[in-house]
Antibody, heavy 120, light 110 residues
Framework: QLQLQESGPGLVRPSETLSLTCTVS??????????WGWIRQAPGLGLEWIGS???????YYNASLKSRATISVDTAKNLFDLRLSSVTVADTAVYFC????????????WGKGTTVTVSS | QSALTQPRSVSGSPGQSVTISCTGS?????????VSWYQQRPGKAPKLMIF???KRPSGVPDRFSGSKSGNTASLTISGLQADDEADYYC??????????FGGGTKLTVL
């Protein structure tokens, strides 16, 4: 059974880059069945898709983030990363890493989430 | 790309049925049968309840059902139980590997 675990700093300064890692266990990140993605949830608000990446390197992003997001997959270490540049207080949220069905686009594997606060 | 539209809240008594709507456009719900629904309890990660509009993952009670008509998808919960109280989110594929969520609906079991 696939399991995901987020890790990274809980506090990021405004204008800096947020960096999170999601470690995949219980299976290979190179399976062709999943896209690997990030979802976030600002305090008291709903879910927002940030972006997704395939193990081969192709990646896709929410246009509302205006090219600030980058997701990369490390098949050797069985993990994937999120980098979000030029953060503001509006990027304060719980960040979830997810496994997304490559063919049917549903998320059946979720990490527990990690809280990131943007503050000086 | 605006979020899908869900009612902010719905409520029902134990044993009753409730339906949560999720309205999108011809570019997402109307164009693809890749609608999924998630249940989220406070402080927890969301849990997949419905995928491909109508399918239930193993372990999800058959009290939960999904449907779609035009640009609107719906989640129906029958035989409401206290344990169903949670936030519910719809999600649709929107083309080019993009996903879009609804704003979420808070279900209260009276």
């Amino acid at each position: 059974q696939l399991q995901l675990q987020e890790s990274g700093p809980g506090l990021v300064r405004p204008s800096e880059t947020l960096s999170l890692t999601c470690t995949v266990s219980g299976g290979s990140i190179s399976t062709g069945s999943y896209l690997w993605g990030w979802i976030r949830q600002a305090p008291g608000l709903g879910l927002e898709w940030i972006g997704s990446a395939y193990y081969s390197g192709n990646s896709y992003y929410n246009a509302s983030l205006k090219s600030r997001a980058t997701i990369s997959v490390d098949t050797a270490k069985n993990l994937f990363d999120l980098r979000l540049s030029s953060v503001t207080v509006a990027d304060t949220a719980v960040y979830f890493c997810v496994g997304i069905s490559y063919y049917y686009f549903y998320m059946d594997v979720w990490g527990k989430g990690t809280t990131v606060t943007v503050s000086s | 790309q605006s979020a899908l539209t869900q009612p902010r809240s719905v409520s029902g008594s134990p044993g009753q049925s409730v339906t949560i709507s999720c309205t999108g456009s011809s570019s997402d719900i109307g164009d693809y049968n890749y609608v999924s629904w998630y249940q989220q309890r406070p402080g927890k990660a969301p849990k997949l309840m419905i995928f491909d509009v109508v399918k239930r993952p193993s372990g999800v009670p058959d009290r939960f059902s999904g449907s779609k008509s035009g640009n609107t998808a719906s989640l129906t919960i029958s035989g409401l139980q206290a344990d169903d109280e949670a936030d519910y989110y719809c999600c649709s594929y929107a083309g080019r590997y993009n996903l879009i969520f609804g704003g979420g609906t808070k279900l209260t079991v009276l």
